[in-house]
């Protein structure tokens, strides 16, 4: 029998299977990992899992998908990156990256869409077999 891996279980589970509960279970592990203190999110969440299923989109379809898990995952693992906790400020929240770093994402969906482009170049790419026999 094949069971699925619960959705929590981030570490085995394959990125494209990632869905709001696996990313809440990432923030708050690799934030522990990180920062040694809990995670907390910036208002709620719900709040932070809404902006998640807006970008990954639902199981249910009730919110399309416009960007990869992977995509996600990456913009949150440099957001994780570039934060140096203070004593103020120990920690970072997905809202407070979302909300203040989009400077980020956008490099991030730049990188993302010129991968997209050169894949869809290398497939349409004729064969040097097509090539010799155009000549």
């Not at 891996?5 to 990125?15: G, V, Y």
């Not at 999110?41 to 932070?48: D, K």
């Not at 299923?53 to 992977?70: D, L, M, V």
């Not at 991968?115 to 010799?132: A, C, G, L, M």
Request: positive net charge; hydrophobic residues 30%.
């Amino acid at each position: 029998m094949n069971k699925r891996l619960p959705a929590s279980n981030w570490r085995s589970r394959s990125i494209n299977d990632w869905n709001t509960t696996t990313f809440t279970k990432y923030l708050e592990d690799r934030h522990r990992e990180l920062f040694g203190v809990d995670y907390v999110p910036y208002r709620s969440w719900r709040v932070e899992q809404g902006l998640i299923a807006n970008i990954i989109g639902t199981t249910t379809g009730s919110k399309p998908q416009k960007y990869p898990p992977k995509v996600l995952k990456r913009f949150i693992d440099e957001c994780f990156a570039d934060y140096r906790p203070s004593a103020k400020y120990p920690g970072i929240s997905f809202g407070f990256m979302w909300t203040y770093r989009k400077n980020v994402w956008q490099r991030v969906i730049a990188e993302y869409e010129r991968e997209e482009q050169r894949k869809v170049v290398e497939e349409n790419r004729p064969s040097d077999e097509e090539i010799r026999a155009w000549f």
